[in-house]
């Protein structure tokens, strides 16, 4: 179960505290402010009538609300007593109700109580590592179940202390594996908990209330949510800051801070190592001590990662499979060439015939809204500059085009539209659906096509929302096959509202294909699938809690062609013999694999030998798998882990053959290829057949 937390970014603000004798701050419990109710129903009453989806306010509701709140505050089962849930059972069939009169209590003493078990094993955490009398055995046979779905809540203090000090142990043991001295991850444990012991302290009544609505927003779609006046002051500050600092958007799972998606032309996007799905755990100024960030809230994380543009960030990462590695980043603004529509021209060689394909990266649906307003008559966006670069590929006398939509988590509906535009001639591209049913279908082309030669759309699962709509069109049309693997599966829209305190990001309305399907869940199944480089079950909007179905509505009249689907059989016989007997795809696919079945396991040994050879494990068979491709290929096997490393760090990647550096690209040349190929045979019979209708007519 995915326990992905909405991305809310908190000042840290000083509750009201007492000091206690012995100099620790004791938690005084968090009260709702009077206004809170008002605000409360005011949420309530728009999810129940704006939201795209109506859901009956019943006692179904109710329960999915306390579930979700209780997984929301403890998603890991670290803190709440077995006894804890069966006190909050109390209002299973109540919150509902409570939420009708804008009553908040339920929802506050949970989250106190909350407060009470964190601060109090924090806290004891931190006297067990304090205490030098007090050694980890790391020789013992014994594991830790992690995830929480095979847990079940502690049934007492006892089993919560026996489970804490597994998580100890494997805090410890990660910690060494990755260089430290025991005493030296004494240590860092020691101040991490201090930190998170701060925080829990800390933490305020907009805290409590954001938690509790958003619990409840969350029951509609995984979009819809609630920020309080400071959290919406600091998600517009990270927004306007983020593009000068690495070029990433983070969010916060569990207790990490983890990259969603790396901004298209962004230092980190540049740089070429960071991926969504990365958990930063530690963060550097330039050659200063890296400062380990685990369990701090995510503003503070971001204020870290800031900095002026040419200086150095490093960042601790580490990932499923992976060790912890450091990423050094020179952080920059992203500059609009680099985020915009690029080309380049692949030159291949297939059997006796030579091609030249041109290759259209689009990373993002942008346009300058602004220039456009003032009608500016050079304003960007991607549809004009594809079109500059369609001008300059036919100039070049291209055999076809691949669009590269990799990576493309969307923006302009209109420019969606308008790239749309130029590569089929009238006719709609996407219907739109709002919460009364009602149905729009103004998305359409108005003019003859700019490019009708032969194409490919090559996606992955993070192509999104717009670059839904876009290869769904082109499918729909049979205009261009799509290839690649599943897309994201976003088809909703959002807005955002105005509230008395704050603002509500609602969505109103759903995506749908001009063949009548959502690109809603399901995303884009491409016609041709190649190895998915992001695994299903983490990455795509069916991983999220609640989110809204497929379904489908009428189609709209549309041409299509099926010239194309005919060629399907083939061109995937073709490409399945030729891709798994290249060196370079077989080897993707290869560390694939084994990255996806690496860290599976329902639980982990907590003997530092063990671990050690895990780690080493891995290693070997990661180094197995690249000198198989290099003696495939001719080359002289590495000796080890280190003699590979120093010859990447030599190499530029760019430098590389796309056929290395891009096995799934240098495929798709050979896909559109070959499609290049049957259609010049296709249009010769047709050609030859015209010719013997001609000869034969008396």
Do not use: C
């Not at 929802?107 to 050694?135: H, M, P, S, V, W």
């Not at 795809?585 to 996806?596: E, G, I, K, P, R």
């Not at 000198?627 to 530029?652: F, I, S, V």
């Amino acid at each position: 179960m995915r326990r992905l937390a909405t991305l809310t970014l908190f000042i840290v603000l000083t509750a009201a505290l007492a000091v206690s004798s012995s100099g620790v701050e004791d938690l005084t419990s968090i009260k709702a402010e009077t206004q809170q109710t008002k605000l409360y129903r005011e949420i309530f009453n728009k999810l129940a009538t704006k939201h795209y989806l109506t859901q009956p306010i019943d006692n179904q509701l109710s329960e999915s609300y306390l579930n979700t709140y209780i997984e929301r505050l403890d998603p890991l089962k670290r803190y709440f007593l077995a006894s804890d849930i069966g006190e909050f059972n109390q209002w299973q069939h109540r919150l509902d109700d409570l939420a009708k009169r804008g009553d908040v209590h339920a929802g506050f003493y949970i989250f106190n109580r909350l407060r009470e078990r964190a601060t109090d094993q924090l806290k004891a955490n931190i006297a067990l590592l304090q205490d030098k009398e007090y050694r980890f055995d790391f020789t013992v046979d014994e594991s830790i179940v992690l995830d929480p779905d095979n847990r079940h809540w502690f049934l007492s203090s006892t089993e919560a202390d026996i489970f804490w000090a597994k998580v100890l142990k494997d805090s410890m043991i990660r910690l060494i594996l990755s260089g430290k001295e025991q005493q030296q991850a004494r240590e860092l444990l020691i101040k991490r908990y201090k930190t998170q012991l701060t925080q829990y302290i800390q933490r305020d009544s907009q805290d409590a209330f954001q938690m509790y609505v958003n619990a409840l927003a969350s029951l509609y779609d995984p979009h819809t949510a609630y920020f309080s006046p400071r959290t919406t002051e600091n998600f517009q500050i990270n927004m306007s800051l983020s593009l000068e600092g690495i070029g990433a958007e983070l969010t916060t799972e569990d207790e990490h801070t983890e990259v969603v998606r790396i901004i298209p032309g962004g230092p980190a996007d540049l740089q070429g190592i960071l991926k969504p799905k990365d958990r930063i755990i530690g963060v550097g100024q330039g050659q200063k001590e890296i400062v380990d960030v685990v369990g701090w809230r995510i503003d503070d994380v971001v204020a870290l990662i800031r900095g002026e543009k040419g200086s150095v960030v490093r960042l601790e990462v580490s990932s499923a499979a992976n060790n912890p590695k450091i990423i050094s980043i020179v952080r920059d603004r992203v500059k609009l060439e680099e985020k915009s529509a690029q080309s380049k021209v692949l030159d291949i060689q297939s059997g006796d015939l030579s091609y030249k394909l041109g290759v259209i990266e689009i990373p993002t649906f942008y346009m300058d809204f602004e220039a456009y307003r003032k009608k500016d008559p050079n304003f960007k966006s991607s549809s004009r500059d594809v079109y500059r670069i369609l001008q300059g590929l036919q100039k070049q006398n291209v055999d076809g085009i691949i669009l590269d939509l990799r990576n493309n988590g969307g923006g302009s509906l209109f420019e969606a539209t308008a790239l749309t535009d130029l590569f089929i001639d009238y006719g709609p591209v996407v219907q739109i659906r709002d919460s009364n049913k009602r149905i729009y279908r103004n998305q359409r082309a108005t003019s003859e096509a700019v490019y009708s030669g032969p194409l490919v759309v090559l996606i992955n699962r993070l192509s999104a929302s717009a670059s839904e709509i876009f290869a769904g069109a082109m499918q729909d049309y049979g205009r261009a096959l799509v290839v690649g693997s599943q897309s994201y599966g976003k088809g909703t829209v959002q807005n955002i509202t105005d509230l008395s305190s704050g603002q509500l990001k609602l969505t109103i309305s759903k995506f749908y294909r001009v063949s009548g399907g959502s690109t809603q869940h399901r995303g884009i199944i491409p016609d041709i699938a190649l190895p998915p480089t992001y695994d299903r079950e983490e990455v795509g909007e069916s991983q999220q809690e609640n989110a809204l179905p497929w379904d489908r509505i009428h189609a709209v009249p549309h041409q299509r062609s099926k010239q194309l689907k005919a060629f399907l059989e083939p061109l995937i016989s073709e490409h399945k013999k030729r891709a798994y007997s290249d060196p370079n795809f077989a080897n993707m696919v290869d560390q694939l694999a084994l990255t996806q079945n690496w860290g599976k396991e329902q639980s982990l040994s907590l003997n530092l030998e063990r671990r050690r050879n895990k780690n080493e494990t891995w290693d070997s068979q990661l180094l197995k798998v690249e000198n198989k491709r290099r003696l495939t290929q001719g080359l002289k096997p590495y000796p080890g882990m280190e003699a590979w490393e120093e010859q990447e760090d030599k190499e530029d990647a760019e430098d590389r053959p796309v056929a290395e550096s891009d096995p799934i690209l240098n495929e798709t040349a050979y896909i559109l290829s070959d499609q290049i190929r049957l259609l010049s045979s296709s249009q010769a019979a047709e050609d030859d057949t015209k010719i013997a209708r001609i000869q034969s007519t008396p």
